[in-house]
Structures are given as C-alpha cells and as structure tokens.
Nanobody, 123 residues
Framework: QVQLVESGGGLVQAGGSLRLSCAASGSIFSINAMGWYRQAPGKQRELVARITTGGNTNYADSVKGRFTISRDNVKNTVYLQMNRLKPEDTAVYYC?????????????????WGQGTQVTVSS
C-alpha cells in the first residue's frame, strides 16, 4: 500500500503565495509521474501540474508562469509552489502518484491520491 500525506494548504489573499507538499510512503516500487490536481465546488477535478521522473513538466494554461512543480526523488515528495494566487485558484488540491510495475514483460500503472488540502484565495 502507498500513503500520500499532503500539507501546506490554507487561506491567502489574492496575489499571495502558498507551497503544497505531498510525501509518499509505503510500497513505492517505481514512480512514473507525480502531479497535482484540483477540484472547485461544482466542477470536475482538473490537472494543475505534472512532473515525470525524467523531469518533464506540464501545466494547466491557467497556472503557467505562476505555479511551479518540483520533486525530491529521495524523499518521495512532490511540491507545488503557487505564486500570484487568484480567487479562481480556490479549490481542494490533490496530489497524485502514478506508479509503474512490470510483470511478465507488461507495464502496469496505478494511481494513488492524497486526501486533499483546501486552498482558499480571498479577493
């Protein structure tokens, strides 16, 4: 089993910054990618940022230039630095670890999710 523990959410004024962290523990065999998703009330969960073990990143258009995803492979931790926050960034943020396993020559991918952390940006 894999457990993800998130921290760093909270209330901040527009223009402020927050840093989210997500640490993984348990049976971590091979990490394919790590990411952050968010879900605002009444909306679907959406990808915010994602980083592969090779260091490739992709971001939602709405956060490009403001958010930065990074990772610590030794600590099995992924971070999301959020700057110039806007009220529309208000949501529950979830971290995701996509793990890869090889069995009989085939790859299998499994997603694990954090419990979610609330980010609220006031105007």
């Amino acid at each position: 089993q894999v457990q993800l523990v998130e921290s760093g959410g909270g209330l901040v004024q527009a223009g402020g910054s927050l840093r989210l962290s997500c640490a993984a523990s348990g049976s971590i065999f091979s990490i394919n990618a790590m990411g952050w998703y968010r879900q605002a009330p009444g909306k679907q969960r959406e990808l915010v940022a994602r980083i592969t073990t090779g260091g490739n990143t992709n971001y939602a258009d709405s956060v490009k230039g403001r958010f930065t995803i990074s990772r610590d492979n030794v600590k099995n931790t992924v971070y999301l630095q959020m700057n110039r926050l806007k009220p529309e960034d208000t949501a529950v943020y979830y971290c995701n670890f996509n793990l890869k396993a090889v069995f009989s020559g085939s790859y299998y991918y499994t997603d694990y999710w954090g419990q979610g952390t609330q980010v609220t940006v006031s105007s």
